[in-house]
């Protein structure tokens, strides 16, 4: 197994009122998953040349609340690489709120970024879609 960190993803979005799910205009916690996926898919193409197939969350949480209008950061890494699986830790922060109650187009950029939400997942790309050789010792983690 080799421990890594070389591998980074950083996405940033504005989520609209498209994304939001709920009354208030709060986004779904799966859109973050969404973007977790994205920045997956980005890692997997950084670490083997493929996009491979983000198979499981070992862990997921929802810290605060996301509301369409604000500007979330996701970042990616790859702690970990196995024959074909790749582990991934993923982070969310809020950068800049919508402030619907000042008026309908009123933000702010916040001082210090909000953590949103964090998971780790693992991502598998199969031997002979790998075109980038990372020269892994036998065993699977």
């Given at each position: ?16 009122t498209h994304d ?23 890692l997997a193409i ?96």
């Amino acid at each position: 197994m080799i421990v890594t960190s070389e591998y980074t993803s950083l996405l940033r979005v504005r989520l609209s009122t498209h994304d939001a799910h709920y009354g208030g205009q709060l986004v779904n916690g799966a859109h973050m998953l969404s973007l977790f996926g994205d920045a997956a898919t980005e890692l997997a193409i950084l670490c083997d040349g493929d996009e491979g197939l983000l198979v499981s969350y070992e862990h997921v949480e929802f810290l605060a609340p996301l509301y369409a209008g604000d500007f979330v950061e996701v970042k990616g890494r790859v702690s970990h690489i196995g024959n074909t699986s790749r582990r991934l830790e993923f982070e969310a922060y809020k950068v800049i709120a919508a402030r619907p109650d000042v008026g309908a187009s009123a933000a702010d950029v916040l001082t210090e970024p909000l953590l949103v939400g964090r998971a780790v997942g693992t991502t598998v790309v199969k031997t002979e879609k790998q075109r980038i050789s990372h020269h892994v010792a036998q065993e699977k983690y």
